[in-house]
């Protein structure tokens, strides 16, 4: 992972709180996205089993597990607070994020889609995490950019693992039982949209405004973050076990 800075120079990668443990999985068990050795410092809702080859592990159709990664996943980036930009027959994807682990995790998860990424620190002890610009890209941008306004396609739907993406993203925790999936402030027409996808897979959500907090949807009860943890398949390694749903 590169970090370009003010001044070109690469970087190291942001701090980060000691690693997990490792858990080996099992054979034929994926984990979401791949893992990069890097350094640790200070659609539809319905449910269709299929038996795994980890003693009889139930996976859920569409979950983040029963697929493997793609670039359409990145459509969950674009439902959160992601920006996507055209250069000629070429695009780029460039997210902020909050926290040092979503820069490791989102990192890995482009890496195992074909894209190299760098990151930067910016204001407010923020990160911006983005690709390079690749004609890879162009059919996302060319599926969700209307001139230059970001609007969800017509059969914009999320799966496992693009809600995946959106939580390594945006998703906000709130004890004891509410989470948020954080929106971009500026994409306001693209909304109601996201909304309608959320609850397509049984998460439908409470959509808050810049005045309540958001704009965010606000992803409530137990069930339905139960429901959301099975989507979204084990936590990452970076991830501090707080800030994922089990």
Not at 33 to 49: D, I, V, Y
Request: include cysteine; aromatic fraction near 4%.
């Amino acid at each position: 992972m590169s970090g370009l800075g003010d001044t070109g120079k690469a970087q190291p990668p942001p701090a980060l709180f000691p690693a997990p443990e490792s858990d080996t999985p099992t054979p034929g068990r994926r984990r979401g996205g791949a893992r990069q050795n890097l350094p640790a410092q200070s659609s539809s809702p319905q449910q269709a089993p299929v038996q795994s080859d980890d003693a009889g592990r139930q996976l859920v159709f569409f979950g983040a597990d029963a697929a493997e990664p793609t670039v359409a996943d990145l459509a969950g980036l674009l439902a959160g607070p992601a920006e996507v930009v055209r250069m000629g027959g070429t695009a780029r994807l460039s997210v902020q994020v909050d926290a040092a682990w979503r820069v490791h995790v989102l990192v890995a998860e482009l890496a195992s889609r074909g894209l190299a990424a760098s990151w930067e620190p910016i204001e407010g002890e923020r990160h911006a995490v983005r690709t390079s610009y690749t004609r890879i890209l162009k059919p996302l941008a060319a599926a969700w950019l209307h001139g230059s306004t970001k609007r969800p396609p017509a059969a914009f739907h999320l799966t496992g693992r693009r809600l995946r993406l959106w939580l390594a993203a945006a998703g906000t925790p709130e004890p004891p039982d509410c989470l948020l999936l954080r929106l971009g402030p500026d994409d306001k027409e693209c909304w109601e949209s996201i909304g309608v996808a959320l609850a397509a897979t049984g998460l439908a959500g409470t959509l808050l405004g810049p005045a309540d907090g958001g704009p965010a949807y606000r992803i409530t009860s137990r069930r339905r973050l139960a429901r959301l943890a099975e989507l979204v398949g084990e936590p990452p390694r970076a991830a501090p076990p707080e800030a994922w749903p089990v």
